[in-house]
Structures are given as C-alpha cells and as structure tokens.
C-alpha cells in the first residue's frame, strides 16, 4: 500500500472516476494518505462526487508520472472519524488547509476497503499490487 500512496504523490494531480446512471465522472483529485493501514482521499461532502461515491462505492484512480502510469481500482467507504481527517490533513495540510478545516463538517475521507492497483509503462510488463 505505501508504494500506491507514494506513486499518487509523486503524481501530483491524479483522476477520480465515479460513475453515476451509466456515466462516467472523472475529475482531479491531489491529497491521498495512509491511515490505519487503508488509502484515504477527500472530498467535500457538499460535490456530487461525495454522492456519487456514497451511492456506488466502486471507483478507480489514474496517474501518471516519469514515463508510467497507475490505475487503482477498488470500493470506498467514507470514514466519519476525526482522527481520520486528521490524518488527511496532517499528510495534505498544505494543500487542503485553504478548503478545509478538520470539524467544518465538510471535509470528509474515504477510505479504499480493498482493491488492486497497477502500474503500467510501455516497456513492461504491468505490476500489479493487490491492497
């Protein structure tokens, strides 16, 4: 799992994909952490991509960086826990210090319960980390 979330960190900017009656939303997310052992992102729980993560919990992550690029694909469940965005917030603060704080009762984390991640390259066969 730490090799997933220093690949997404070194991505910088990485894809969300949500699906939502057939169609399929993809929008750039940049914070991800480590907590209690499972990969976390956050959201506001104000976007559509919260509710579309509420109502279908399967999503996938794409990122590229130096010349490959990973797809991480998995279910989420949103994690209510302070100690959660706490964590987001300690790994991301720089970022999401400007949008949230840990109790505006906006800023919420999922957390990937399972899933497979792997990076790609066009000299390569894929890796492929199961988490």
């Not at 965005?85 to 999922?110: C, K, P, Q």
């Not at 792997?118 to 199961?130: G, L, M």
Request: hydrophobic share 40%; glycine share 8%.
């Amino acid at each position: 799992m730490n090799e997933i979330l220093e690949y997404l960190k070194n991505c910088g900017t990485f894809y969300l994909a949500t699906s939502e009656d057939g169609q399929p939303h993809v929008r750039p997310f940049g914070a991800v952490c480590a907590f209690e052992g499972k990969l976390y992102i956050v959201t506001n729980n104000q976007k559509d991509v919260y509710r579309q993560m509420k109502n279908n919990r399967k999503v996938e992550i794409c990122g590229m960086h130096k010349g490959t690029w990973i797809r991480v694909k998995g279910e989420v469940e949103e994690d209510l826990r302070r100690e959660a965005r706490a964590a987001m917030m300690e790994a991301n603060g720089s970022a999401l210090s400007s949008m949230y704080t840990i109790d505006d009762g906006l800023m919420t984390v999922f957390a990937f319960n399972h899933g497979t991640a792997a990076v790609y390259s066009f000299t390569e066969a894929p890796k492929i980390i199961e988490f």
